[in-house]
Each structure stands twice: as structure tokens, then as C-alpha cells.
């Protein structure tokens, strides 16, 4: 089991930078994939980044690639996302979640554990 805690949100000007991390608890975090998801109000979850548990396979989706980085360090059991160059449409709550086993996945349902969530503003 892992447990996953969200951080480094907070509001941003259009053009800015922000970087969130997950840290997370528990004995076995270094054979976990990966992800981040963000959800706006009254929208559908949606994918933004994955890493594979060695930190060797990375995936975005087209929206922020460019502008993202997601990186890993097992040995301080974090997860990172550099977000640059950041617009009002990056606005949403940023969760970042685990999948246990099998090949890293874009999907919100082959994940098992989940962070409370991060608030991202881009605004003026």
C-alpha cells in the first residue's frame, strides 16, 4: 500500500511557472507507475503526465508537452511536475496517482492509489 500527498499549487500569472510534487509513504512507491491528473469544475478528469516506475518511460498528453516535465526520485519517494509557460486553461485541481503493476497507462481507471489533490490557478 502507498499513500500519495499532493503540493506546490497555487495561483499563477499566464506565462508562469510552478513546480508540484508527490510525496509519498510506504515500502514499495519505487515499483509504482505514475501519473498526474487534473480536473477542472464540472469536467471529466483528465490525463497530464506518466512515468514508469524506473523513470525511463515517460508520457504526455498533447496539450502540455513542451511545457511539462515529469520526473522521479525513489530514493526520496517523490514524483515531480515542472509545469512552464502555464495558461488559464491549466486551471484545475492536479492529482497525482499510482498504478500498481502492469505497463504506465494514461487511463484514470488502471490507477489505485490517489493524492487529495493540488489546486493550479492561471489567472491575470
Known amino acids: 500500500q502507498v499513500q500519495l500527498v499532493e503540493s506546490g499549487g497555487g495561483l499563477v500569472q499566464p506565462g508562469g511557472s510552478l513546480r508540484l510534487s508527490c510525496a509519498a509513504s510506504?515500502?514499495?512507491?519505487?515499483?509504482?507507475?505514475t501519473g498526474w491528473f487534473r480536473q477542472a469544475p464540472g469536467k471529466e478528469r483528465e490525463f497530464v503526465a506518466a512515468?514508469?516506475?524506473?523513470?525511463?518511460?515517460?508520457y504526455y498528453a498533447d496539450s502540455v508537452k513542451g511545457r511539462f516535465t515529469i520526473s522521479r526520485d525513489n530514493a526520496k519517494n517523490t514524483v515531480y511536475l515542472q509545469m512552464n509557460s502555464l495558461k488559464p486553461e491549466d486551471t484545475a485541481v492536479y492529482y497525482c496517482?499510482?498504478?500498481?503493476?502492469?505497463?504506465?497507462?494514461?487511463?484514470?481507471?488502471?490507477?489505485?492509489?490517489w493524492g487529495q489533490g493540488t489546486q493550479v490557478t492561471v489567472s491575470s
Open positions: 512515468i514508469s516506475w524506473s523513470g525511463g518511460n515517460k
Open positions: 510506504g515500502r514499495t512507491f519505487s515499483s509504482y507507475a
Open positions: 496517482a499510482a498504478k500498481i503493476t502492469g505497463a504506465t497507462s494514461v487511463s484514470v481507471g488502471m490507477y489505485d492509489y
